[in-house]
């Protein structure tokens, strides 16, 4: 079992950063794709962005260029900086943790852009 616990969320204005960070019990990153999805409301939960056991990346087209996956293997983190926010970026985030038919998922953290 691996818990993940999200942390970063917050009241931005658009066109302001925020960075999420999401850290494993335990150091998983050699084994598990990490990425981060979001859901807001009355809309299903989307992939915002991963990245592999090997550290490729992969984005939705909606935050290429303004969102960066990343990870510390020492500190055992994933992050997710997220910069030139829109209003459109209002959701829980969530943390995911993948390896083939397993999946483990973040409590989320609200993340709400508005001026």
């Known amino acids: 079992q691996v818990q993940l616990v999200e942390s970063g969320g917050g009241l931005v204005q658009p066109g302001e950063s925020l960075r999420l960070s999401c850290t494993p019990s335990?150091?998983?990153?050699?084994?598990?794709?990490m990425g981060w999805y979001r859901q807001a409301p009355g809309k299903q939960r989307e992939l915002v962005a991963v990245?592999?056991?090997?550290?490729?990346?992969n984005y939705a087209d909606a935050v290429q260029g303004r969102f960066t996956i990343s990870r510390d293997n020492a500190k055992i983190t994933v992050y997710l900086q997220m910069n030139s926010l829109k209003p459109e970026d209002t959701a829980v985030y969530y943390c995911?943790?993948?390896?083939?038919?397993?999946?483990?998922w973040g409590q989320g953290t609200q993340v709400t852009v508005s001026s």
């Open positions: 995911n943790a993948a390896l083939a038919t397993f999946n483990y």
């Open positions: 335990k150091n998983i990153f050699s084994i598990y794709t």
């Open positions: 990245i592999t056991t090997g550290g490729r990346t």
